[in-house]
């Protein structure tokens, strides 16, 4: 049984709907990348099988037991009661770049006959922001006029690019950042190996969300932020910082790194910024919006890794004092 730490909230607005009889028929659960929204879905379309297969379950909040049949059944994938919609693997093992419309099609084989271990019907669909716009429309049409006793789990990490009208047909429950307690005990949780300054290093890099920090894990992102701190302090008057991290962060090797820094730069402006006022900090947003331009372009452009890397670093060295940088 994974854990969700956090969304206490969340948690008991989806406990309240089912205990009161009155479910709605779709949920839209939104927030940033990597704070578990995927698992909330899953935990919660989980409960809603088990309590309604029995036997009664009595742990609190999401939790079903490893042990119970819907779980056993959940977890091997051969759930009649439940499907799971995302992007399919492709025969060169990488994703397909969108759920396509035969997926959301392919829900009328669970809503052509009646549930079989409980009354429910369940589909978690993760993410719904992967919908193609075919796909998105078919879903729409369940949504609109839901078959009895389904329920629909969206995952949405930017459900303001959904269709409106998806939207307006689901409650919304938003998960936000994990605060710095829940962060450490889901690291924990998910790497009992880490020792503790692995663990507050992960943390502080994570920024609320436990799946940005373990993809961090091993990539030495402490280092990285010395260096960006360095760079923002000095200014880096000789470009020697700047060079060195381009140099060691071009080489094909270093991929995972590069992609690293990319976002962790944006993210350390945007800290920077919020510790200024007045014209340091409207420089602070210039500065921000061009570093998350970069960033976020790089590699869908295949840009050259060094020379972003040197022009992220000036962005960043350009936040150090005027005399520094002159220096």
Not at 29 to 57: C, M, N, T, Y
């Amino acid at each position: 049984m994974t854990p969700l730490f956090g969304h206490d909230e969340a948690v008991a607005a989806f406990g309240e709907g089912l205990a009161s009889g009155r479910l709605h028929h779709a949920w839209l659960i939104s927030g940033p990348e990597g704070v578990g929204k995927a698992l909330f879905a899953d935990k919660a379309a989980l409960r809603l099988l088990a309590e309604g297969a029995g036997p009664q379950v009595t742990l609190p909040g999401l939790d079903v037991p490893d042990d119970h049949p819907s779980a056993r059944l959940a977890a091997a994938g051969s759930h009649p009661d439940l499907m799971r919609l995302e992007r399919l693997q492709k025969d060169n093992g990488e994703l397909a770049r969108s759920i396509t419309v035969d997926q959301v099609r392919g829900l009328q084989r669970l809503f052509a006959t009646t549930a079989s271990m409980s009354p429910w019907r369940v589909v978690v669909i993760d993410s719904a922001d992967d919908l193609e716009r075919g796909a998105a429309n078919a879903l729409l049409k369940n949504l609109e006029e839901p078959p009895p006793k389904s329920v629909f789990f969206l995952v949405g990490h930017a459900s303001q690019r959904l269709l409106p009208t998806i939207r307006s047909r689901c409650r919304q429950l938003r998960l936000s950042a994990l605060d710095g307690a829940a962060m450490t005990s889901a690291l924990s949780a998910a790497l009992p190996d880490a020792d503790q300054a692995e663990i507050r290093s992960l943390a502080e890099a994570g920024q609320g969300s436990p799946g940005r920090a373990i993809a961090f894990r091993g990539l030495d992102v402490g280092a990285l932020d010395r260096t960006m701190r360095e760079l923002a302090a000095t200014g880096d008057p000789t470009n020697a910082r700047r060079a060195a991290l381009a140099g060691a962060l071009c080489l094909k090797s270093a991929q995972p790194r590069y992609e690293a820094f990319l976002d962790r730069a944006p993210s350390f402006i945007a800290a920077a910024a919020r510790e200024r006022s007045g014209g340091a900090l409207a420089e602070a947003l210039r500065l921000w919006e061009r570093a998350s331009e970069l960033a976020a372009t790089a590699t869908r452009l295949s840009l050259d890794p060094q020379s972003v890397v040197f022009e992220l670093g000036s962005t960043i060295a350009a936040l150090a004092p005027a005399r520094d940088r002159a220096a």
